[in-house]
Structure formats: structure tokens, C-alpha cells
């Protein structure tokens, strides 16, 4: 999941590639080898981009609370980038044997955390498990090994990255007459999962936009929400741990081509997301 500038229009589009994204080549740092449950074995190649952001600083001390704290909230709100390659690809191993290869990128200085705290590793591992399985539904052994003479396994190939900023949510001020009829529709019982709504734009056939309206009551100003959009999801934090919302999308939308506005007196969230040309999913 990449993070995306709202509020601001994208002024020109690259007929190759977005213009939100760039080619990079990773830089293998280490590898993990483990198996998928047909016992066949699986390389992860775990490398590096400067372009990848850092994960915020955390002692192991720290991690170990968080992980260890009933809030799950606070557990969400501690996410490692990274991006994960298109598709696997096939490649021989030592012996001589079949096998596949995944490739992971992550921020070049987080390498040294994760090379050093074997709690900072078993944690990174698990979120890269899930990533693995959530894209391509794969499930891996996790009984895993850190191969000490070998950086990586077959080719690795360029991925491409977003390389925008961190999220803007433009903030507004409902004026007295909307305000009210707002007021009689929104939900008022706050909970850790939002209320929310989708609409589509027609209504009728495949849409050109997504509406996604979500009310955040107890939240004062839009400084405290963080908004990640991705090709086909969108994951809302309110902080501090005021809620979380993770929504799969209908459609695949394009990030860079996205708008949201908070109105702080209606505590309304609405985010339009524009649909790609592709078919539903």
C-alpha cells in the first residue's frame, strides 16, 4: 500500500508509466528461504531502495509493548513500506531444483534494524507473510531460514514505486444550513471501525468515480487522520487510535487522480476516487 498526495491535481500523465511512480533498481541485502504448503521451496529476496520511506523509530523494548498490548489500533498504526514485485518468478536453486522467488523492497537503513534485533526480523517477516498472501494468495512455512552466503536468489528485477508525499486532506467548514441536515444523517455512536458509505458515480453500469463518505465523530481536525490509497483499497487511521478503517475496493481506482475534504463541524470525511478504465474486480 503507497501513500498518496490528495487534494492536489496531477498536471500531466506519462503514456508508459504514471507519472506517480518510478523505475528503480533494488539492491539485495539478505534472503529467506522457507516453502509454500505444496513443499515447494521459496526465496524471499529482501532488498533495497532509498524511495522506500523508513518505518517510524522504535526501540525493541517499545515494539515488544506494542505487540504485546491488547489495543490493536496502536499495533495497525506501526506499518513497515515496502513494495512487493508484480510476480514471482521461477528459478533454480543450488541443487539444480525448481523454486520460487519473491522480491521485497524496503528502506535501505531499516535493513541495519532488522539485520540487528531478531525481534524487529520476526516482526518484519510476519507483515511480509501477509503482504505474500494477501497478493497472491500464497501460504508459507513459517519455519524460515536466513541464508548466511547468499544475498539473494535468480535476477532481481526493477520494480516501480510511487514516489509522492505524505497524504493532504483538504479541511473545510460546513456552512449552518448543510450542517443541520448533515447532523440528522451521520451516526453518532463512535467506534474503532467507522461508519461509512460508497457510492458510485453514475449509479448505473461501471462508474467513473468512487464516493467514499466516512463519519469520524470525536475527530477535530483532518492533522489527525492519515489516509493510504492504493490501486484496489483504502486504509483510514484516526490517531490517537481513534479509528481504523481498511475498505477493499470495487473497483480499481487510480491514487494520484484522488480528492479528500474533512468538515470539521459535521466530522464528515469524503474522499472521491477515480476509476481506472479496467473491469471490475
Not at 523454486?99 to 511480509?128: A, R
Not at 481513534?242 to 475534504?261: H, K, R, S, T
Request: aromatic share 6%.
Amino acid at each position: 500500500m503507497s501513500k498518496v498526495n490528495l487534494g492536489e491535481q496531477q498536471q500531466q500523465q506519462q503514456q508508459q508509466q504514471p507519472t506517480n511512480q518510478v523505475e528503480v533498481a533494488p539492491k539485495p541485502s539478505f534472503c529467506i528461504k522457507t516453502k509454500n504448503k505444496e513443499e515447494t521451496k521459496v526465496f524471499l529476496n529482501i532488498c533495497t531502495h532509498d524511495d522506500i520511506p523508513a518505518p517510524k523509530k522504535m526501540t525493541v523494548e517499545e515494539l515488544v509493548a506494542l505487540l504485546e498490548s491488547e489495543d490493536d489500533m496502536a499495533a495497525a498504526d506501526y506499518r513497515i513500506p515496502m513494495s512487493i514485485g508484480e510476480q514471482p518468478h521461477a528459478e533454480v536453486d543450488k541443487k539444480g531444483a525448481g523454486c520460487t522467488v519473491y522480491d521485497i523492497v524496503i528502506n535501505t537503513g531499516y535493513v541495519k534494524t532488522l539485520k540487528e534485533e531478531s525481534v524487529f526480523l520476526n516482526f518484519f517477516l510476519q507483515v511480509v507473510y501477509q503482504g505474500l498472501d494477501a497478493k497472491f494468495s500464497v501460504e508459507l512455512d513459517w519455519n524460515w531460514t536466513l541464508l548466511k552466503n547468499r544475498s539473494h536468489v535468480g535476477r532481481i528485477k526493477p520494480h516501480n514505486i510511487r514516489t509522492h508525499r505524505k497524504p493532504v486532506i483538504q479541511e473545510v467548514k460546513t456552512p449552518p444550513a448543510s450542517t443541520k441536515k448533515r447532523g440528522s444523517a451521520r451516526p453518532t455512536q463512535p467506534a474503532p471501525k467507522p461508519d461509512y458509505l460508497i457510492l458510485q458515480e453514475p449509479m448505473e453500469g461501471k462508474p467513473s468515480y468512487l464516493i467514499l463518505e466516512v463519519w469520524l465523530p470525536g475527530v477535530q481536525s483532518s492533522a489527525k487522520l492519515t489516509l493510504d490509497v492504493g490501486e484496489d483499497r483504502l486504509i483510514l487511521h484516526a490517531h490517537p487510535a481513534l479509528y481504523f478503517l481498511e475498505v477493499e475496493l470495487p473497483y480499481n481506482v487510480i491514487p494520484m487522480e484522488c480528492g479528500a475534504q474533512f468538515d470539521v463541524d459535521s466530522h464528515l470525511l469524503t474522499i472521491a476516487l477515480m476509476v481506472t478504465e479496467e473491469t471490475a474486480q
